[in-house]
C-alpha cells in the first residue's frame, strides 16, 4: 500500500500558494524541537489519530494533510495510518525535513538532541556486546540476547518498521514538556 509523494521543492511551491496547509511532523517532540519547518505542527507518530485529526479540520476533510519526518519513512507509515482508516488525502514529503531543510524551505532550529535512528544504533548495538559477554564469559544462555536483537534489526529491516525505536521514541528524554515547550533531554 503505496500513498502519495510529494518532493521538497513542490511543497515549498504549495506553501507559497497557501501557507496554511496542514504540514504535521510525526517524529518525536524532541527530535521536532531540534529542527523542523516553520509551518509543521508536530503529532507524534505513535499519537496519530487520523479521523480525529479529520474530523479538527471542519469541513476541510478531503484537502491533502502532508506528513513530514526526519527523512520519510515515519512519514511513510503516518500516510498508511490514515489510509488503513479510510482517508486517501495523506501525502508524504519525500525526503522528509533532512531533504526540505537542503532544499531551503524555512525551517526553525533548536537545541540539537541525538536522532532516533542514532538511539537505536546504541541500544541495540550495546544489547548485542552485552549478550555476547555474558553468553562467553557467564552462561551460553545469555548468546540468546544478541540472537533476538539480530532477529529485529533483520525484521526492522524486512518490514521498515522497528519496535525499538518505537519504544525509545516514548522513553521521557524524546519528550518534551507542554507548557514550556522544553525537552527534557
Known amino acids: 500500500m503505496s500513498s502519495s509523494t510529494i518532493t521538497p521543492e513542490q511543497l515549498q511551491e504549495r506553501l507559497k500558494s497557501k501557507p496554511e496547509l496542514d ?3 510525526v ?9 523542523h519547518l516553520k509551518s509543521a505542527r508536530n503529532i507524534p507518530l505513535d499519537k496519530l489519530d487520523p479521523n480525529a485529526i479529520v474530523k479538527e479540520r471542519n469541513g476541510s476533510a478531503e ?9 520519510g519513512s515515519r512519514g511513510e507509515m503516518a500516510c498508511q495510518k490514515f489510509q488503513k ?9 519525500v525526503g522528509g525535513t533532512m531533504a526540505c531543510d537542503e ?8 537545541r540539537k538532541v541525538m536522532s532516533l535512528e542514532r538511539q537505536v544504533r546504541i541500544a541495540a548495538g550495546s544489547l548485542v556486546v552485552i549478550g555476547t559477554a555474558l ?19 533483520v525484521f526492522a529491516g ?24 522544553s525537552c527534557k533531554v
Open 23 to 25: 504540514l504535521i511532523d
Open 27 to 35: 517524529r518525536t517532540p524532541a527530535e521536532f524541537q531540534e529542527l
Open 63 to 71: 484537502e491533502p494533510v502532508y506528513m513530514i519526518c526526519r527523512s
Open 85 to 93: 482508516a479510510g482517508h486517501s488525502n495523506a501525502v508524504n514529503v
Open 103 to 110: 532544499a531551503g524551505l524555512q525551517v526553525v532550529r533548536g
Open 135 to 153: 553468553g562467553a564469559f557467564v552462561h551460553p544462555g545469555f548468546l540468546g540476547i544478541a540472537a533476538f536483537v539480530g532477529a529485529g534489526l
Open 158 to 181: 524486512i518490514t521498515d518498521t522497528c519496535g525499538m525505536g518505537m519504544m525509545l521514541a516514548r522513553m521521557p528524554w524524546n519528550q518534551c514538556s507542554e507548557n514550556s515547550g
